[in-house]
């Protein structure tokens, strides 16, 4: 099983900010590398796939890189609806796994 | 619109069995995978396994294989996750979540359930 790791575990940012949030894989998992966000009793919603993908209605303020086994999530100017939990996913082999999380609160 | 609608809230005893469900509409329901995630009280998200509907192909993740059964009746667009003797332990959220489409299992998760929160209890 391929073992996601993230970092850090919190973030304090302040409104406006960049963030950039770590994710790590404990082996190759190419692109197949996705972002969630969740709120706090909301569902989690895909913001990136293949590692820089944006998906459907995402703004352009978050964007993805990285291959192989370094990923990155940057949020270039943080809102005040940025706020949330962010998870990376591998899904280049199964079974599928997430890190464990970076909380990106307010400073 | 693509929706994925979960079963309301449960509250069982320990050695009970659940069904819970995961209604898909807005989309062909049998060329989308459809997963399910855990995530227990405060921590983050597991991925528990994966259906196929158009020929009921599964997948479990190793943690979760023979602790819960993945299912899906394709006539009403649903897929369940059931369990046939509840612990305390299963106390979570559970979400369903629709994968990728065609032949592989594995891919990013587009669309998901609000969340079925069940909870085990004496």
């Known amino acids: 099983e391929i073992v996601m790791t993230q970092s850090p575990a919190t973030l304090s940012v302040s409104p406006g900010e960049r963030a950039t949030l770590s994710c790590r894989a404990s082996?190759?998992?190419?692109?197949?590398l996705a972002w969630y966000q969740q709120k706090p009793g909301q569902a989690p919603r895909l913001l990136i796939y293949?590692?820089?993908t944006r998906a459907t209605g995402i703004p352009a303020r978050f964007s993805g890189s990285g291959s192989g086994t370094e990923f990155t999530l940057t949020i270039s100017s943080l809102q005040s609806e940025d706020f949330a939990v962010y998870y990376c996913?591998?899904?280049?082999?199964?079974?599928?796994?997430f890190g464990p999380g970076t909380k990106v609160d307010i400073k | 619109e693509v929706q994925l609608v979960q079963s309301g809230a449960e509250v069982k005893k320990p050695g009970e069995s659940l069904k819970i469900s995961c209604k898909g509409s807005?989309?062909?329901?049998?060329?989308?995978?459809i997963g399910w995630v855990r995530q227990m009280p405060g921590k983050g998200l597991e991925w528990m396994g994966i259906i196929y509907p158009g020929d009921s192909d599964t997948r479990y993740s190793p943690s979760f294989q023979g602790q819960v059964t993945i299912s899906a009746d394709k006539s009403i667009s649903t897929a369940y996750l059931q369990w046939s003797s509840l612990k305390a332990s299963d106390t979570a959220m559970y979400y369903c979540?629709?994968?990728?489409?065609?032949?592989?299992?594995?891919?990013?998760?587009?669309?998901w359930g609000q969340g079925t929160l069940v909870t085990v209890s004496s």
């Open positions: 082996q190759s998992v190419s692109s197949n």
């Open positions: 996913q591998q899904y280049n082999n199964w079974p599928l796994t």
């Open positions: 979540a629709r994968g990728p489409v065609g032949i592989a299992a594995a891919g990013p998760s587009d669309y």
């Open positions: 293949g590692a820089s």
């Open positions: 807005g989309y062909s329901f049998t060329s989308y995978w």
